[in-house]
């Protein structure tokens, strides 16, 4: 496992690694609460020896002697007799045994010096019994150290750092404590989640199934609730499900160049992982692309198709392999026609036997007469062994894979049950991928129509842009909703035009919306019809009027003097009566602007009257200005 798979499975686990901080952090400091504060007092010994001789060599010997005392000393510090000691000095409410555990002794190395560590519940008690321990330990050593017959001992203790008062407890330490809690509930979160992740076995990359499929990734499905509840998605194109199947769709073409895959099983190890969801939606993207799709609800045991559309489950597939139907009898069209469904029809004691039949490749040759692709939903492969006789009669296999729920032993059964029987596995589709993990699926990005943002706008103004669209397509969502039912019912209210004429034999009348509709369930209506020869369509505006320009007339003009003196009198400011020139002839008046273009009839016809061309005047969009920046309207 790579450091990138790593940190996925611990952002998948996060709450796993999050709870056990926060626990490691409350141990911690409920261990802080509950502890007594103890205080420490330190005190220093220095060991020495009284040189008995004025030479060197005596010095040098009482040095090695003191330096080989002083690890013992060290374990004496913490002996009962001294602790007793102390205690009688002090008059402690304690026994020698507790004061023992309270003393600590080391040596600091290549030295005779040692320290000595004195921990109690009160300050002034731990100050005053490490003052206690270095006179009490001088007694008792000179006492030990006195050789027969002699008063003085050669060994001394001196006290070279007295305790001082203790001014904070030593422990417990709060932030300390806190920390230490912090980095281990962390690193146990961690630990738990990565050795969860060892221990599932269940698939939650795309990658890796297609690994244990032993094909390549078609496609991954996100969850989507309009999958349960509109059951085709396709429709809105902003749905990042219907965008999956397009893909889906697209994988499909490019699996064999040379030879495409026509019949195609749709199947998946166990029950309830995304077959039959899988299969209608890619037959509906197909039919969008302007394919013949037939698609076969090969699961004779527990048939969805029919349900998941709408449509009748009477005879089928069943009753075209017993010979009581036939094909043309049984296949139902769906919206234009272009998809047709053919059904299971009634269950039959044998299903394994019936779909790995000879009349089973006969009837699939028959359908691939009448269409460019069959689409199979099959039943699973591990319950039942339907899949596996019906899987080598077709194209290829497509295997589908639901996120967090399909094993990868069942996944690895279900890719060897096709090797075993000679099955071809075209891919493995990844289905019911959540939103968390639909970015590491790379199913977190969009792409929509609509204006950018101004040039050189900053990442706020980009963001505010961003959800403005996600807005305004919410609510022309919503509108959409709203208005269906307002729209049907207008439309049922106006008058049907007149139809011009007959529709010629080599123009067919191309089906509406609401043909479409009649293979939902809905009453068929007649189609408009549509003329012999295409109408020119041109666009209705206000007729143009050449504008009328008045001009000046320059008196120093000759060609505009008409009518006016040759000269004029540089005296007068005005010309007399004498010079006035006559009056001008009236100008003829403006021709009335035409009236305004007719409508269009709304169906045209052979005696539909002709328009002169207009010029149409072009209206520059209007540049302004907000806070997201320069746009457009």
Same mark, same amino acid.
């Given at each position: 496992m790579d450091l990138q798979q790593t940190w996925?499975?611990?952002?998948?686990?996060?709450?796993v690694v999050v709870l056990s901080t926060l626990v490691g952090a409350a141990v911690a400091a409920?261990?802080?609460?509950?502890?007594?504060?103890?205080?420490?007092?330190?005190?220093?010994?220095?060991?020495?020896?009284?040189?008995?001789?004025?030479?060197?060599?005596?010095?040098?010997?009482?040095?090695?002697?003191?330096?080989?005392r002083v690890s013992s000393y060290a374990s004496y510090l913490t002996d009962l007799q001294l602790a007793q000691a102390v205690v009688d000095d002090l008059d402690l409410d304690m026994t020698a045994d507790e004061l023992a555990g309270e003393i600590s002794a080391s040596v600091v190395p290549d030295t005779v010096i040692l320290d000595v560590t004195v921990t109690d519940p009160s300050p002034a008690r731990a100050q005053a019994i490490a003052e206690s321990?270095?006179?009490?330990f001088n007694s008792l050593i000179g006492a030990i150290e006195t050789p027969e017959g002699q008063t003085t001992s050669p060994i001394r203790v001196a006290v070279i750092a007295p305790p001082e008062l203790p001014a904070a407890p030593s422990s417990p330490k709060p932030a300390q404590d806190l920390v230490i809690g912090l980095v281990l509930?962390?690193?146990?979160?961690?630990?738990l989640v990565?050795?969860?992740?060892?221990?599932?076995?269940?698939?939650?990359?795309?990658?890796?199934?297609?690994?244990?499929?032993?094909?390549?990734?078609?496609?991954?499905i996100p969850l989507d609730d309009q999958l349960s509840a509109d059951k085709s998605v396709l429709h809105d194109r902003e749905a990042p499900s219907a965008?999956?199947?397009?893909? /889906?769709?697209?994988?499909? @073409?490019? !699996?064999?160049? +040379?030879? =495409? %895959?026509?019949?195609?099983?749709?199947?998946?190890?166990?029950?309830?992982?995304?077959?039959?969801?899988?299969?209608?939606?890619?037959?509906?993207?197909l039919t969008a692309a302007g394919r013949r799709v037939v698609l076969v609800e090969a699961d004779l045991r527990r048939p969805r198709v029919t349900r998941y559309l709408g449509l009748v489950s009477g005879a089928g597939l069943t009753s075209v392999l017993n010979g009581s139907a036939g094909l043309d009898d049984v296949l139902q069209p769906v919206g234009d026609?272009?998809?047709?469904?053919?059904?299971?029809?009634?269950?039959?004691?044998?299903?394994?036997?019936?779909?790995?039949?000879?009349?089973?490749?006969?009837?699939?040759?028959? /359908?691939?007469?009448?269409? @460019?692709? !069959?689409?199979? +939903?099959? =039943? %699973?492969?591990?319950?039942?062994?339907?899949?596996?006789?019906?899987?080598?009669?077709?194209?290829?296999?497509?295997l589908c894979v639901r996120y967090g729920q399909t094993t990868t032993q069942e996944l690895t059964t279900a890719a060897r049950t096709l090797e075993r029987v000679g099955a071809r596995t075209l891919g493995t589709v990844f289905?019911?991928?959540?939103?968390?993990?639909?970015?590491?699926?790379?199913?977190?990005?969009?792409?929509?129509?609509?204006?950018?943002?101004?040039?050189?706008?900053?990442?706020?103004?980009?963001?505010?842009?961003?959800?403005?669209?996600?807005?305004?397509?919410?609510?022309?969502?919503?509108?959409?909703?709203?208005?269906?039912?307002?729209?049907?019912?207008?439309?049922?209210?106006?008058?049907?035009?007149?139809?011009?004429?007959?529709?010629p034999a080599d123009r067919p009348a191309r089906p509406g919306r609401v043909q479409a509709a009649a293979g939902r369930g809905t009453a068929p209506v007649a189609p408009v019809a549509v003329p012999a020869a295409p109408v020119p369509v041109e666009p209705h505006v206000e007729p143009y009027v050449e504008p009328r320009v008045e001009q000046e007339l320059d008196p120093a003009t000759p060609d505009d003097s008409a009518g006016w003196p040759e000269q004029w009198s540089a005296d007068d400011e005005h010309p007399t009566a004498a010079e006035t020139p006559a009056e001008p002839e009236p100008e003829p008046e403006p021709a009335p602007a035409p009236s305004p273009v007719p409508p269009r009839p709304a169906i045209a016809g052979p005696d539909a009257p002709t328009y002169p061309q207009q010029r149409v005047a072009v209206v520059k969009p209007r540049e302004t200005r907000s806070f997201l920046g320069r746009s457009r309207r």
């Open positions: 996925r499975v611990l952002r998948a686990g996060w709450w409920g261990i802080v609460l509950a502890s007594t504060p103890m205080y420490t007092a330190d005190t220093r010994l220095f060991v020495s020896t009284t040189n008995t001789t004025d030479d060197v060599a005596g010095a040098v010997q009482g040095s090695q002697l003191a330096q080989a321990i270095g006179q009490q509930g962390f690193v146990l979160g961690c630990g990565l050795l969860r992740h060892r221990t599932d076995t269940r698939i939650r990359t795309s990658d890796q199934a297609a690994e244990l499929g032993r094909g390549p990734g078609l496609g991954v965008e999956s199947f397009r893909q /889906l769709r697209t994988s499909m @073409d490019f !699996v064999d160049v +040379d030879s =495409p %895959p026509r019949t195609v099983l749709v199947s998946s190890s166990l029950p309830g992982e995304g077959k039959t969801t899988v299969a209608v939606n890619l037959a509906i993207a026609g272009s998809l047709q469904v053919l059904a299971a029809g009634p269950t039959p004691p044998n299903p394994s036997e019936l779909l790995a039949s000879g009349q089973m490749q006969r009837v699939l040759a028959d /359908l691939l007469d009448r269409a @460019d692709v !069959v689409l199979l +939903d099959g =039943p %699973p492969l591990l319950p039942v062994s339907d899949a596996g006789g019906l899987a080598p009669s077709t194209d290829g296999v497509v289905t019911f991928v959540p939103r968390r993990a639909a970015g590491n699926e790379g199913l977190g990005y969009t792409y929509h129509y609509g204006e950018d943002p101004a040039p050189g706008a900053g990442p706020f103004a980009r963001l505010a842009h961003r959800r403005s669209t996600a807005r305004t397509a919410k609510a022309a969502a919503k509108a959409g909703k709203a208005t269906s039912g307002a729209t049907t019912t207008a439309a049922a209210d106006r008058p049907t035009p007149a139809s011009p004429g007959p529709v």
